[in-house]
DNA sequence: CATCGAAGGTGCCTCAAGGC
DNA sequence: GCCTTGAGGCACCTTCGATG
């Protein structure tokens, strides 16, 4: 299964059941627990922080639990948090994901065989009601955050880092690099992202998210440098 | 045990473009 | 011309791992 709203519903009932408090994972307006402030809604003075670090680490798992069966296929170990000094990859600043021969966290370049960078976050509006109720409200169209590749500021640090590595030296010239979203781009980074491929810096922006609204969205860009992925074989 | 730095993803502010 | 919309950039807070 690729990402969809029912992902989003597990990260929090899991969350909720687990460890996390409801108010580290939804502003607590008046009105009640959002995932995000809606449109036209009074944010109140909040910024929710305390749920970045867990909805990142949900999404890396959940990239290398849908990636893993793929990987066995061509013989390769799928591993979270890979590190490899002489690409750029240090521990302060990893590998979300790789494709690897070898079963370790600590690679040589020659062992790596793709490279992933996880972008991904909550898409679409929730709102929780106690106990344990977690519904949808609405579309990422319907709050103020920019989830996942909307953003500018995740596309340039994708780009960076990206870029960090291929300048790392001749090891890295050969490994390709994928970006893994579940949102679409802005038509402002459409044909970036296809200078990106034909450049070989990037081998592609990947949405995991095949039905991110009911409304218009870019589903790709003319030379497929972004693609939006619908079912596992077409991810494989 | 304390400190520091980096990465995680969020809302706010500004400004330019487009619609009327 | 004014108003709306959206992209870009910034500051923010939390967590975690490395280092002293």
């Known amino acids: 299964m690729l990402w969809n709203e029912e992902t989003e519903k597990h990260f929090f009932r899991e969350a909720l059941k687990s460890f996390a408090s ?4 939804f502003y607590n307006l ?3 627990y959002y995932a995000y402030i809606p449109k036209d ?6 910024t929710l922080q305390s749920r970045n670090s867990l909805i990142g680490q949900f999404t890396e798992k959940w990239c290398k639990q849908i990636f893993s069966p793929i990987a066995e296929e061509f013989g390769l170990y799928a591993i979270n948090g890979v590190v490899c000094e002489e690409i750029a990859l240090t521990k302060s600043s990893s590998a979300d994901l790789a494709f690897c021969t070898k079963n370790t966290i600590t690679q040589k370049a020659e062992d790596i065989k793709l490279i992933f960078e996880v972008k991904m976050s909550i898409v679409s509006n929730y709102k929780f009601e106690q106990p344990d109720a977690v519904n949808l409200i609405g579309d990422y169209k319907s709050h103020k955050g920019n989830p996942s590749l909307l953003r500018s ?3 340039l640090k994708a780009i960076g880092k990206s870029i960090n590595i291929r300048v790392s030296g001749s090891n890295a010239n050969t490994i390709p690099i994928i970006i ?3 949102s679409p781009i802005t038509s402002t980074y459409s044909k970036k992202v296809d200078f990106l491929k034909s450049a070989g810096v990037i081998q592609g922006f990947y949405s995991l998210n095949p039905n ?3 409304s218009d969205f870019i ?6 440098g972004f ?7 077409e991810l494989k």
């Open 180 to 182: 893994l979203g579940n």
């Open 30 to 32: 008046q009105s009640g």
């Open 227 to 233: 693609i939006t992925i619908t079912d596992v074989k």
């Open 41 to 46: 809604f009074d944010s109140e003075g909040q």
């Open 219 to 224: 589903f790709e860009s003319p030379e497929k």
């Open 22 to 25: 409801p108010e580290q994972l």
């Open 153 to 155: 500021d995740s596309m």
């Open 212 to 214: 991110p609204t009911k």
